[in-house]
């Protein structure tokens, strides 16, 4: 079982992924906004994975990474990308920012479970 | 009709016929013959000098005058004509067309001197007919010394008022061209020495003449490529595109004001300059970018302009009739705004297919997440959930698609082309498609060629190449039926090939068949293609140098081929 951060603007795709998670046993906290998963994550909240969207009003979820590096006891959080944005360009940007993995929209609920699970038994 | 008339009498030569004046019966009378020669000799020569001169003037008009002003001024012609051929069928612009039945060639008259008055019918004579065509028709001489006795005269009534008791007419014959007839009537009877004058005449003028009208048709044509060079060039003064037009020592033949306007140089006279000053005068504009190139892209900065503005450019060489470098031209068109409108359109589909990717996504999910549930689902609950879920697949296909061939469109495809070994390729493909293949009852075997080379390309662009191939032979495959996977070597190169065992693609559909939203039977749409797969196909296939086909026999299975090039000689 982990703790794993959902953040992304579409109440539904939050919805889905938490359900999809619990499945796997797992905790899930969601955040509507980067701001609101850095503030969740400066609650001092545990957190063993981050799945983020790409395309988030106000703060993308690259800015959003990139806060995340700024805090010293969350910079190791692995860092997932879920999102829309699905050309090999943006694949390869998101990969060179610094995230872990990129999973694209639309997704499996069974195949999101078996990234994440693979993700954190390599971080583990 | 005309009247012919056949009794003329045709002078074989210059010697004198039989019935030549008696010989002179005095010294007095040898006198006056020779005096009268002497004299006939220098008009000849004084007829022939006015001849020669008009002929450098190239004026057919006044040669001709010469002509019958020597026959009736020196030679006691009471009249003498000029007829001409006109160059081809000239009836049209005829005169007599709308009386005329008689469609051959005519003599049309041209000059004359002396008596009138000018009947009709004497103004154009059909080749063969009178005394006049016949010197045409038979190309020689023809003389008569007895008018009042020839039954046929075109005008016998002018014959006999005028008291015209004789008539010679010679062909105006150059380089074996008849060019037309001269003729003269006279109340005496022609001696020998006006007849040779008139041949002389006729041998010289038909020279000058031939020349003349020489002269005439190149002055026209000169005439007409004016005429059209100021067409031509009124066309691309009038043409959007900036046009230059390089002369072969590199100096400017034409812009027109396009260029200018493209350029900024509109107040300039470039005609003239060397093609090095016009590059450095456009420079602000152009920046380092060159006139001459192939095919290309340029940016421009106009004065005033904060935007860039992008051209088209293109330049080739100019070669005249036979091959030989006139210079060069280059065309600019301005296509700032469709490259514009082009950045919009995908902005635009690539914006909606992510829009569109965020909805499916929790659809998708949703069902995913009910069917795998464990909630008591009863099955048409489950069914139900299956098409939705289906459907929703297939919509996700459509979106990426559709992203994938505008990409493709706004030539915005990248590829990262790699040396990749042939199994490897091959064996992702099948991998990709496994599930599919188990799902359809159709298997799917590979048989690769031994000894493959290794090909130069975008692995991840060539299984989508394959699976879509793949995907689709799976589709229209019975159960239990076998789709084949085949590489050979082609070349230095590979081809691939995907054969299947299902019902064939007739005839007429295989042309369209790798266009947008081609499907052969459209009530296979349950099939869930998404009209696009062979459009992306074709198009990454060509993008990476190779060539799609498709053969098929209809009841007989299909095979889509296509190639890679090798990788040879890289790491």
């Not at chain 2, 992306?536 to 993008?543: G, P, S, T």
Request: charged residues 25%.
């Amino acid at each position: 079982m982990a703790r794993i951060l959902v953040v992304d603007d579409d109440p539904d795709i939050r919805f889905v992924a938490r359900l999809a998670l619990k499945r796997g046993k797992h905790e899930v906290a969601v955040a509507e906004s980067g701001r609101a998963a850095l503030q969740h994550l400066d609650t001092g909240a545990a957190c063993d994975l981050i799945l983020c969207d790409w395309m988030m009003p106000e703060m993308s979820g690259i800015q959003t990474l990139a806060q995340v590096r700024t805090r010293p006891q969350r910079a190791g959080i692995p860092f997932v990308f879920l999102t829309a944005k699905a050309q090999k360009e943006e694949i390869e940007e998101g990969l060179r920012l610094g995230a872990r993995r990129y999973l694209t929209k639309p997704f499996e609920p069974a195949e999101l479970l078996g990234e994440v699970d693979r993700i954190l038994g390599e971080a583990s | 009709m005309s009247p012919r008339l056949p009794v003329v009498v045709p002078l074989p030569g210059p010697t004198p016929p039989n019935g030549v004046p008696a010989a002179p019966e005095s010294l007095e009378a040898l006198e006056r013959d020779r005096e009268r020669l002497e004299a006939t000799v220098r008009a000849l020569r004084g007829a022939l000098r006015v001849v020669e001169n008009v002929s450098s003037a190239f004026q057919r008009e006044r040669i001709l005058a010469a002509v019958t002003d020597a026959l009736t001024h020196t030679f006691g012609a009471a009249a003498a004509r000029v007829w001409l051929v006109g160059r081809g069928d000239r009836c049209d612009t005829c005169a007599l067309a709308h009386c005329c039945n008689n469609r051959r060639s005519c003599l049309h008259l041209v000059e004359h001197g002396g008596l009138g008055p000018l009947d009709r019918v004497l103004l154009r004579v059909p080749i063969g007919d009178f005394s006049v065509g016949r010197v045409a028709a038979e190309g020689g001489m023809v003389t008569s010394d007895r008018l009042d006795q020839e039954p046929g005269l075109a005008d016998p009534d002018w014959a006999r008022i005028e008291r015209l008791k004789s008539f010679a007419g010679h062909p105006l014959i150059h380089e074996g061209r008849l060019l037309g007839v001269v003729a003269m009537w006279s109340r005496d009877r022609l001696r020998d020495e006006v007849l040779e004058a008139l041949r002389i005449l006729a041998r010289h003028s038909a020279t000058a003449i031939a020349g003349a009208q020489l002269i005439e048709e190149v002055r026209q044509e000169g005439t007409k490529s004016q005429a059209a060079t100021r067409q031509i060039e009124a066309l691309v003064q009038a043409s959007r595109s900036g046009i230059l037009l390089v002369d072969r020592h590199h100096r400017v033949a034409f812009v027109n004001a396009a260029f200018r306007r493209l350029f900024a140089l509109d107040d300039r006279e470039l005609r003239g300059w060397p093609i090095a000053a016009v590059e450095a005068a456009a420079k602000p504009v152009l920046g380092a970018g060159s006139l001459q190139g192939g095919d290309r892209e340029l940016e421009i900065r106009l004065p005033g302009d904060p935007r860039p503005r992008v051209l088209r450019g293109y330049s080739a060489p100019v070669a005249g009739a036979t091959g030989e470098a006139l210079g060069w031209m280059a065309v600019f068109d301005d296509v700032t705004e469709a490259r514009e409108v082009d950045r919009m359109k995908s902005e635009f589909i690539s914006t909606v297919s992510h829009e569109l990717r965020t909805p499916l996504t929790s659809i998708k999910a949703s069902m995913a997440l009910l069917l795998e549930g464990q909630g008591g689902l009863d099955e048409e609950s489950t069914e139900l959930l299956q098409v939705s879920k289906r459907n929703a697949d297939r919509l996700v296909r459509l979106v990426n698609d559709i992203l994938d061939i505008s990409k493709i469109e706004a030539g915005r495809l990248e590829l990262d082309p790699k040396p990749i070994e042939v199994p490897a390729l091959c064996a992702e493909a099948v991998a990709g498609i496994e599930g599919f293949a188990k799902k359809v009852g159709v298997t799917v075997r590979t048989s690769l060629a031994a000894g493959l080379p290794r090909v130069r390309a975008d692995q991840d662009r060539v299984v989508q190449v394959l699976i879509n191939l793949l995907s689709n032979a799976l589709k229209f495959s019975p159960r239990g039926a076998a789709v084949e996977l085949l590489a050979r070597t082609r070349g230095s190169g590979v081809e691939l090939e995907v054969r299947d065992q299902g019902p064939g693609i007739p005839r007429e559909f295989r042309e369209k068949l790798f266009t947008r939203f081609a499907q052969a039977d459209r009530a296979r749409r349950e099939q869930e293609g998404t009209g696009l797969g062979l459009a992306i196909c074709r198009a990454l296939v060509l993008a990476h140098g190779g060539e799609i086909r498709v053969e098929s026999e209809p009841g007989h299975g299909a095979s889509f081929f296509f190639t890679l090039p090798g990788a040879a000689g890289e790491p």
